[in-house]
C-alpha cells in the first residue's frame, strides 16, 4: 500500500484512488441500496418543528455513517476481546488477553473498562443507524460480504472471526495530536505542517493488538510495575493507545461536517446527538496515550512481523517547552487536552476553541475513507492490497459529500 505514496496527495475522488492501485477490485458497490426517488421520497418528517423531508442526501449521510460506525465497531471489538473488561454485553466469553490488557493498563489503570465501553458506543451507533433507515424505507449498508480478514490467533481473540479490518499493519498518523495543541487550524491551510506525536509511527507497518502468544512471551503480569512487560508487548500496547485517538479524532470532525449538509431537522439532531460522543472518545484517548513510557522497539523475530521500527519518547517532558501559539503546529505537550483556541471562520475574528477540522470544501466523508485506507485497516496480510471494502466506502462517501442541504 505505501508503495503508491500518501492517497490524500494522489486522489481526489475515486476513479483517481483506482487509478493508483490503492483498492482491490471486483468489490460490489454499496450504492444499490439508495432509493430512486425525489427529494421527497422518504415522506415528511412529523415533528411539528419540522417540515422538511428526509432527502436522498440525508439517507446517503446516514448510509455512509452506518457503514462507518460498523467499520469502528469492527476494529473496537478486537480491541475489547484482547485488552477490554470482559462480560457478555460486549467482548464474548474468550476471557480476554491478560498480558496485553496488563500493558494497556501502563497507560492508565481504568483502559480495560474505556476500551470496553468505546466498544459499546460504537456498536449501538452502528444498530441505532440501521434501524433508523430502515424506519425510513431506506435500507442500511451490509458489509458482511467484507468480513475476510483474518483475526488475532493470540489468546484471549475470537481466532475465527472474519474481520473489516486489519489491525496489525497500521501505519498511524499521529498528527491529530499537535493539531488541537496548537493555534493553527487545517480549514485555513490544509497543508499546514503538524508535528507527529511518535513519528516512527507513520512510518512502516506497526501491530496494535498481538498477533500470537508469541508477541506476548516473555511478559508477566505484576500490579503496577512495567518491567515485567516486555519493551516488545509495551511497544503494540503504546500503538494501540495512539490509534485509539487517530480513529476518534475523525469521527470528531466528520459529524459536524457531515451536519451541515443535512435538510432533515430530525436526521440532523441524530448526528449533532451521535458526534459529541465520538469527541468523548478522542478527548479520553489523546489523555491517556499522552503516557506511554520512552522506549525503542523494532517487530522482528515474532510471526507477522513487518520489520518496523517505532520510537516513543516521553511527550509529558514537552511540558513548557513548546508554544501553543506556534503557527508550526509544534505542540507536544502531553497535558494539553483541551483544544487549543484557533481561528474560525475569518481570521479578524479572535481565536476560538472549536472541533477542527469541520469545512465542507475538502469532503469529509472521502476524506475519512482514505485516511482509514492509508492507516492500513483494510489491508489484507495475503496481498498486502486493500480489500474491496474501500471501494464499497468511497462509493458511500461519495454520496454523502455531494449531499447538499435544500431550504
Do not use: C
Not at 105 to 117: E, N, R, V
Not at 312 to 323: K, S
Request: hydrophobic share 40%.
Amino acid at each position: 500500500m505505501k508503495e503508491n505514496g500518501n492517497v490524500l496527495k494522489k486522489a481526489t475522488n475515486r476513479r483517481s484512488f483506482f487509478k493508483n492501485g490503492m483498492v482491490a477490485a471486483g468489490a460490489a458497490t454499496m450504492g444499490a441500496g439508495l432509493l430512486s426517488g425525489g427529494v421527497a421520497a422518504f415522506g415528511h418528517d412529523h415533528d411539528d418543528d419540522d417540515s422538511a423531508p428526509i432527502t436522498k442526501g440525508d439517507i446517503a449521510i446516514l448510509r455512509f455513517l452506518n457503514a462507518l460506525e460498523q467499520v469502528e465497531a469492527d476494529l473496537w471489538l478486537q480491541y475489547s476481546e484482547l485488552g477490554g473488561t470482559q462480560d457478555n454485553e460486549v467482548s464474548g466469553v474468550n476471557g480476554g488477553n491478560a498480558l496485553y490488557t496488563a500493558a494497556l493498563q501502563i497507560l492508565d489503570g481504568d483502559m480495560a473498562q474505556y476500551i470496553h465501553d468505546n466498544t459499546d458506543d460504537e456498536l449501538s451507533h452502528a444498530a441505532f443507524l440501521a434501524a433508523y433507515l430502515e424506519s425510513k424505507g431506506a435500507e442500511p449498508v451490509d458489509l458482511s460480504k467484507f468480513k475476510v480478514l483474518p483475526s488475532s490467533q493470540a489468546a484471549g481473540a475470537n481466532k475465527t472471526l472474519g474481520r473489516l479490518t486489519n489491525l496489525t499493519q497500521l501505519t498511524v498518523d499521529t498528527s491529530y495530536w499537535s493539531r488541537y495543541r496548537s493555534i493553527t487550524n487545517p480549514d485555513f491551510d490544509p497543508s499546514a505542517p503538524f508535528v507527529q506525536a511518535v513519528p516512527s509511527l507513520n512510518v512502516g507497518q506497526h501491530t496494535a493488538i498481538p498477533r500470537t502468544d508469541d508477541d506476548t512471551a516473555g511478559s508477566v503480569v505484576s500490579a503496577n510495575n512495567p518491567q515485567t512487560i516486555t519493551p516488545h508487548l509495551q511497544a503494540i500496547a503504546f500503538t494501540a493507545g495512539f490509534h485509539f485517538a487517530f480513529i476518534e479524532q475523525g469521527g470528531t470532525s466528520l459529524y459536524p461536517a457531515l451536519a451541515q449538509k443535512v435538510t432533515n431537522l430530525e436526521v440532523l439532531r441524530v448526528l449533532l446527538s451521535i458526534g459529541p460522543s465520538e469527541t468523548m472518545h478522542f478527548q479520553t484517548w489523546q489523555d491517556k496515550a499522552g503516557n506511554a513510557l520512552p522506549l525503542t522497539d523494532v517487530d522482528k523475530g515474532f510471526r507477522g512481523s513487518t520489520g518496523a521500527s517505532v520510537t516513543f519518547t516521553d511527550l509529558a517532558a514537552a511540558q513548557g517547552e513548546t508554544n501553543p501559539e506556534s503557527l508550526n503546529g509544534d505542540t507536544l505537550q502531553a497535558n494539553l487536552i483541551m483544544p487549543e483556541p484557533t481561528h474560525f471562520l475569518d481570521p479578524k475574528f479572535p481565536p476560538v476553541a472549536i472541533i477542527r477540522p469541520t469545512s465542507t470544501k475538502n469532503g469529509g466523508a472521502v476524506a475519512s475513507v482514505v485516511s482509514f485506507a492509508n492507516d492500513g485497516l483494510f489491508i489484507d496480510p495475503k496481498t498486502n492490497k486493500n480489500t474491496g471494502l474501500v471501494q464499497a466506502l468511497m462509493g458511500l462517501a461519495e454520496e454523502a459529500d455531494e449531499a447538499r442541504r435544500q431550504i
